[in-house]
């Protein structure tokens, strides 16, 4: 009974923190951009461009978004298991 409690939780949150990331929640993408370029700074700025600057900044909160997607597909899966695992036990 404790793993499906764990398997339905771990299934909803995961769901609804890809769900924050899939759909840019008050631009929680944006955010997690920069403070990762704070923590990560980039090697060799002599050449860079601010049109550089916004290709990463779009790529990388494309990433965050697509990854967010998988996030809800693999809540969905542990959802469904946590729920098969509470039908085992009724």
């Known amino acids: 009974m404790g793993r499906a409690v764990l398997a339905v939780s771990c ?14 929640f008050r631009g929680i993408a944006s955010r997690h951009f920069e403070l990762a370029r704070r923590v990560v700074r980039p090697i060799g700025l002599g ?3 601010r049109r550089a ?11 965050d978004r697509a990854f967010g997607v998988l996030m ?9 298991g946590g729920g098969y695992l509470f039908a085992l036990h009724a």
């Open 11 to 24: 299934g909803l949150l995961l769901i609804v923190t890809g769900l924050a990331l899939a759909a840019d």
């Open 53 to 63: 600057d916004e290709r990463l900044r779009d790529r990388f909160i494309l990433f």
């Open 72 to 80: 809800v597909l693999l809540g969905v899966v542990a959802l469904t």
């Open 47 to 49: 050449g860079r461009t």
